[in-house]
Nanobody, 123 residues
Framework: QVQLVESGGGLVQAGGSLRLSCAAS????????MGWFRQAPGKEREFVAA????????YYADSVKGRFTISRDNAKNTVYLQMNSLKPEDTAVYYC????????????????WGQGTQVTVSS
């Protein structure tokens, strides 16, 4: 019964910033890394960023590299996504999940997806 609660989304103008939060609870013993995904209506869900709990190593999709920063608070079981220089193409519902990478493929480890948080960027 993993619980994922995303928050922090909203409506911003292009060039603006938002900080998303993801609070995880429940059965998370096998979780080694957390990541953010996003999905726009009619599009497939895509990987955005990931961070490893222990090392703090990060990985970003090319589309957000240099603009987004992922971070975590291990004590609070929370990950964040600082989103700067937002573009209209960043508009999507953002979800978090535990992640694992195998080669170039990213996998969500929890079957449960939270409600997500809507990010809308106007131009």
């Amino acid at each position: 019964q993993v619980q994922l609660v995303e928050s922090g989304g909203g409506l911003v103008q292009a060039g603006g910033s938002l900080r998303l939060s993801c609070a995880a609870s429940g059965r998370t013993f096998s979780r080694y890394a957390m990541g953010w995904f996003r999905q726009a209506p009619g599009k497939e869900r895509e990987f955005v960023a990931a961070i490893w709990w222990s090392s703090g190593n990060t990985y970003y999709a090319d589309s957000v590299k240099g603009r987004f920063t992922i971070s975590r608070d291990n004590a609070k079981n929370t990950v964040y996504l600082q989103m700067n220089s937002l573009k209209p193409e960043d508009t999507a519902v953002y979800y978090c999940n535990a992640v694992s990478v195998h080669g170039s493929s990213w996998y969500a480890l929890y079957d449960y997806w939270g409600q997500g948080t809507q990010v809308t960027v106007s131009s």
